[in-house]
Nanobody
Framework: QVQVVESGGGLVQAGGTLRLSCAAS????????MGWYRQAPGKQRELVAI???????NYPDSVKGRFTISRDNAKNTVYLQMNSLKPEDTAIYYC?????????WGQGTQVTVSS
């Protein structure tokens, strides 16, 4: 069974930076895709960034140019570098892992951006 653990959330001021990490353990082979989703109060969970094993990435317009996703395939770890944070980025951020056709989620890490 794959276990997914996030870290790096916290409270920052608008314009600040934050770096999230997510490690997937328990898999015998490398992860197919990893990424980040977020969910703010009153809203549905939305894609923040995703990266495939080959390195291709996808970002929505809301974070494009500010967030950068990367991964270490050997460690099955994904990172999210968040720059120029806005109060609208406040949400619980969930790590997303796709492995052998199944999807796994982390428990979430809170990101709060103050005005």
């Amino acid at each position: 069974q794959v276990q997914v653990v996030e870290s790096g959330g916290g409270l920052v001021q608008a314009g600040g930076t934050l770096r999230l990490s997510c490690a997937a353990s328990g898999s015998a082979f490398s992860i197919d895709a990893m990424g980040w989703y977020r969910q703010a109060p009153g809203k549905q969970r939305e894609l923040v960034a995703i990266i495939a094993k080959g390195g291709s990435t996808n970002y929505p317009d809301s974070v494009k140019g500010r967030f950068t996703i990367s991964r270490d395939n050997a460690k099955n770890t994904v990172y999210l570098q968040m720059n120029s944070l806005k109060p609208e980025d406040t949400a619980i951020y969930y790590c997303y892992v796709r492995y052998t056709g199944l999807i796994y989620w982390g428990q979430g890490t809170q990101v709060t951006v103050s005005s």
